[in-house]
């Protein structure tokens, strides 16, 4: 079984920065790609950011997050700077599955960190 514990959530200013990390333990075959996924309220989970053979950002965040990989630790990080309001959701690490790639709702999911963003 795979496990994905986030961290790093919180509260921040508009225009600041938070670095959201995930440890991965589980199947080796789920780690060939990482990425990170936020539901905000009364809205569908999207994917915003994948590391796999290259890194893809959805339009929403690109140029303002950065993810990266230490693949010795099976850990992927998430760093989000120029933080707007619309950036508050509850935020998912994620791998691929035997039935599910990376993004899709039989993928693996870990339970989530709330990032919310106000003044």
């Known amino acids: 079984q795979v496990q994905l514990v986030e961290s790093g959530g919180g509260l921040v200013q508009p225009g600041g920065s938070l670095r959201l990390s995930c440890a991965a333990s589980?199947?080796?075959?789920?780690?060939?790609?990482m990425g990170w996924g936020r539901q905000a309220p009364g809205k569908q989970r999207e994917l915003v950011a994948a590391?796999?053979?290259?890194?893809n950002y959805a339009d929403s965040v690109k140029g303002r997050f950065t993810i990266s990989r230490d693949n010795a630790k099976n850990t992927v990080y998430l760093q989000m700077n120029n933080l707007k309001p619309e950036d508050t959701a509850v935020y998912y690490c994620?791998?691929?599955?035997?039935?599910?790639?990376?993004?899709?709702?039989?993928?693996?999911w870990g339970r989530g960190t709330q990032v919310t963003v106000s003044s």
């Open positions: 994620n791998v691929p599955s035997p039935t599910g790639s990376l993004g899709k709702p039989n993928s693996y």
């Open positions: 589980g199947s080796i075959f789920s780690f060939s790609a």
């Open positions: 590391s796999g053979g290259s890194t």
